[in-house]
């Protein structure tokens, strides 16, 4: 179970892992039973008594006093002495030590594998550059907050594997959608499965596929982005696919401006998107353009600071060459977002934290982070340097880290 949990592993091979940490099942049972072999033996009714001169005599050496004729001052010591057998310890508590939370995992398992009963049926597959493929279903019931996860199980694939998605759509949506880009061979059989059923046309969204066929949905679950909402001001940041959960954050903010409701929490978002190949880029521009224009035709524009950045830069002339002819057009030349410029290079997020502290002074900051662990431990070190010297400066802003890593 340990070895199959190693990062490589799980990545490269997550069928072993998934059945290999169900390993665990046998191992609970093994230890309900793990003392009816009685090889612990236990005493009932030890006690000690101090005689005249303060010693201590105990019934539990009764042998040795024996061994050595040495005078037991109370005749009685001796026998109150019961010996239990072996196993005598009452293993019937590790059933209450391990039985009950046995009882609550087949609980939580049962009501989850009842949600197999409720499917979401699939009704569209949109093809995004990437490449990836973005799902949209629908499911009775179904209710969601911004930023959540959902996990995903075909029974034309398995019966038996789960796999977690973020949510892209956002809550004020009639439909709940996944962004999904091969990496593996569960995603890459279900990406054949989805093309299998799909009846292929164009439209102004691209390449989208009508579908009608169903998956199971188990879900939704909560993660750190579930509050964004409680500050006026949020970092966002997302790395490579990281940047998954913003997009349900990011809609939901313009359907809740759109609808009026200016009250909603939050006042200012910062937006960062890394990536280490131009090319990341593409899959996930559609939804950010489209938040971006859509804030824009609301004159609510100064709600979305966008801040893109290419973090590893081969001299591609091509895409020089790009930049340069259009440096002075509406729209990015890498991105395409409008009003955007990428950026080439990491951040420095301690100088960006303590700009943005300063821009938005005597306020609570909350920086939410999705990526790999490395650059968690970066961002959660410059959080708290930029906390340090927003307080030397005498600010009242102070940032609060937030990470889901992947």
Not at 182 to 199: E, F, P, Q, Y
Not at 310 to 324: G, I, Q, S, W, Y
């Amino acid at each position: 179970m340990v070895t199959s949990s190693i990062k490589i592993v799980r990545r490269s091979f997550f069928e072993v892992f998934w059945f290999t940490h169900h390993l665990f099942i046998v191992f609970f049972i093994c230890l309900l039973f793990h003392a009816s072999g009685q090889m612990i033996t236990s005493l009932q009714g030890a006690r000690c008594i101090t005689d005249s001169n303060g010693g201590e005599w105990c019934n539990y050496k009764c042998d040795e006093y024996l061994k050595n004729d040495a005078k037991v001052p109370d005749d009685d010591l001796c026998v109150d002495l019961v010996f239990k057998g072996p196993g005598y310890i009452n293993y019937s508590k590790s059933y209450w030590w391990v039985g009950v939370p046995l009882i609550i995992y087949a609980i939580d398992r049962i009501v989850r594998w009842t949600r197999r009963f409720n499917p979401a049926v699939v009704y569209k597959a949109i093809e995004h550059p990437g490449p990836c493929l973005e799902l949209r279903m629908r499911k009775r019931g179904w209710k969601q907050q911004a930023g959540q996860y959902v996990f995903l199980q075909c029974s034309e694939l398995s019966l038996f594997e789960w796999h977690p998605f973020t949510l892209t759509s956002a809550p004020e949506e009639n439909y709940l959608s996944v962004h999904i880009r091969k990496s593996g061979d569960w995603t890459g059989a279900l990406l054949k499965t989805v093309g299998k059923h799909s009846k292929a046309k164009t439209t102004k969204e691209g390449k989208n596929a009508e579908l009608n066929f169903h998956i199971a949905v188990d879900g939704p679950y909560g993660t750190p982005s579930d509050d964004i909402f409680k500050y006026k001001t949020t970092v966002l940041i997302g790395a490579g696919v990281g940047v998954t959960p913003y997009a349900s954050i990011l809609k939901s903010v313009w359907y809740k401006l759109k609808s009026g409701n200016y009250n909603f929490g939050v006042k200012k978002i910062y937006f960062y998107w890394l990536c280490s190949d131009a090319s990341v880029f593409g899959w996930f521009t559609s939804v950010i353009k489209e938040v971006v224009n859509e804030l824009k035709e609301l004159d609510c524009s100064n709600y979305l600071e966008v801040r893109p950045h290419l973090t590893r830069f081969n001299n591609d002339k091509d895409m020089m060459e790009n930049v340069a002819m259009n440096m002075d057009s509406e729209e990015d030349a890498i991105t395409s977002l409008p009003g955007v410029q990428t950026r080439f290079g990491r951040p420095n997020w301690f100088k960006d934290f303590v700009a943005i502290g300063q821009e938005n002074e005597g306020t609570d900051i909350g920086v939410f982070f999705c990526g790999p662990a490395i650059l968690s431990e970066s961002l959660d070190k410059a959080c708290s340097l930029a906390n340090a010297e927003l307080e030397e400066q005498s600010s009242n802003s102070m940032f609060f880290y937030n990470k889901e890593n992947f």
